[in-house]
């Protein structure tokens, strides 16, 4: 499975940023899709998930700031972030699950194919 994400920048406090993941190599639809942020001295932890079906999972900061979609057909997640803080600076990674199914996995232990990274930077 590869992954390639794109959409990360610098962006004013309260200012909104879009995040795309496509994935490619394995049955997307079949999956849960997950956005996990990192920021520096942090560990990792998971922003979003989205199950094929659309039930979806937040990280308690973002919720009614971000919200993650999905197109199945174009094999693509969103993260579309509005409110940017400054503790949402982080590097933003999407994830492709170990196994298949409905379940949105919060650790990253469960996610086994990671995209490269993108770094998010809200200034205040």
């Known amino acids: 499975v590869q992954l390639q994400a794109s959409g990360g920048g610098l962006v004013q406090a309260g200012g909104s940023l879009r995040l795309s993941c496509t994935a490619s190599?394995?049955?997307?639809?079949?999956?849960?899709m997950g956005w996990f942020r990192q920021a520096p001295g942090k560990e990792r932890e998971l922003v979003a998930g989205i199950s094929s079906g659309g039930n979806t999972k937040y990280e308690d900061s973002v919720k009614g700031r971000f919200t993650i979609s999905r197109v199945n057909a174009k094999n693509t997640v969103y993260l579309q972030m509005n409110s940017l803080k400054p503790e949402d600076t982080a590097v933003y990674y999407c994830?492709?699950?170990?196994?298949?199914?409905?379940?949105?996995?919060?650790?990253?232990?469960?996610?086994?194919?990671w995209g490269q990274g993108t770094q998010v930077t809200v200034s205040s």
């Open positions: 994830a492709f699950p170990r196994y298949s199914g409905s379940y949105v996995y919060t650790t990253p232990n469960a996610y086994e194919y």
């Open positions: 190599g394995r049955t997307f639809s079949s999956y849960v």
